[in-house]
T-cell receptor, first 116, second 114 residues
Framework: DTGVSQDPRHKITKRGQNVTFRCDPI?????LYWYRQTLGQGPEFLTY????????KSRLLSDRFSAERPKGSFSTLEIQRTEQGDSAMYLC??????????????FGPGTRLTVL | AQSVTQLDSHVSVSEGTPVLLRCNYS??????LFWYVQHPNKGLQLLLK??????LVKGINGFEAEFKKSETSFHLTKPSAHMSDAAEYFC????????????FGRGTSLIVHP
């Protein structure tokens, strides 16, 4: 299967610790997105890359969050000094850039973060 | 600016009856519109998308949606619900000419009774 994969699937951490998540997109996709989803809500955009360039960051993304996509392949999302409010499902999606915002995004299974 | 409103947080139907999940959108540009489904403990899956071609869009598993510009709506329908359709459904808007960042609705939970 060559879908989007995310690792780990679950992470439990203590408040104040740093965590890092990995996303491996579909290999030919040049766009990669990170979202956060909390219970009862739709996915909320965090940031996206086109190839290795980070093109957009949500204003909701605090300085404790950082994302990278070295060489335009896999991506990592790091959260420093985690807080209980960071507990959520973190979703990764990838797409092949299309004109006019018509990209179809393919989602990974997500990483569920629990901050104690 | 773009936004999307899913008008019902929960929809309950009996198996074999029609499904209607309502979505209204707002967009400053020509929108692309999508419906995604999320089954418990599964990733989001694309059901269908509208990209300024035919206004009636057919998707997977018998779902379809109609783009109505005058009503700024993109409602999702299915003639006959199956138990396996029980899931969370998200309407999504993305703007051509905008930043291409999709905006998701809050979701509609579809409950299917036997």
């Amino acid at each position: 299967d060559t879908g989007v994969s995310q690792d780990p699937r679950h992470k439990i951490t203590k408040r104040g610790q740093n965590v890092t998540f990995r996303c491996d997109p579909i290999s030919e996709h040049n766009r990669l997105y990170w979202y956060r989803q909390t219970l009862g809500q739709g996915p909320e955009f965090l940031t996206y890359f086109q190839n290795e360039a980070q093109l957009e960051k949500s204003r909701l993304l605090s300085d404790r969050f950082s994302a990278e996509r070295p060489k335009g392949s896999f991506s990592t999302l790091e959260i420093q000094r985690t807080e209980q409010g960071d507990s959520a499902m973190y979703l990764c999606a990838s797409s092949l850039a299309q004109q006019g915002g018509t990209d179809t995004q393919y989602f990974g299974p997500g990483t569920r973060l629990t901050v104690l | 600016a773009q936004s999307v409103t899913q008008l019902d947080s929960h929809v309950s139907v009996s198996e074999g009856t029609p499904v209607l999940l309502r979505c209204n959108y707002s967009s400053s540009y020509s929108p692309s519109l999508f419906w995604y489904v999320q089954h418990p403990n599964k990733g989001l899956q694309l059901l269908l998308k509208y990209t300024s071609a035919a206004t009636l869009v057919k998707g997977i598993n018998g779902f379809e949606a109609e783009f109505k510009k005058s009503e700024t709506s993109f409602h999702l329908t299915k003639p006959s619900a199956h138990m396996s359709d029980a899931a969370e459904y998200f309407c999504v808007v993305s703007e051509a000419g905008g930043s291409y960042i999709p905006t998701f609705g809050r979701g509609t939970s579809l409950i299917v009774h036997p």
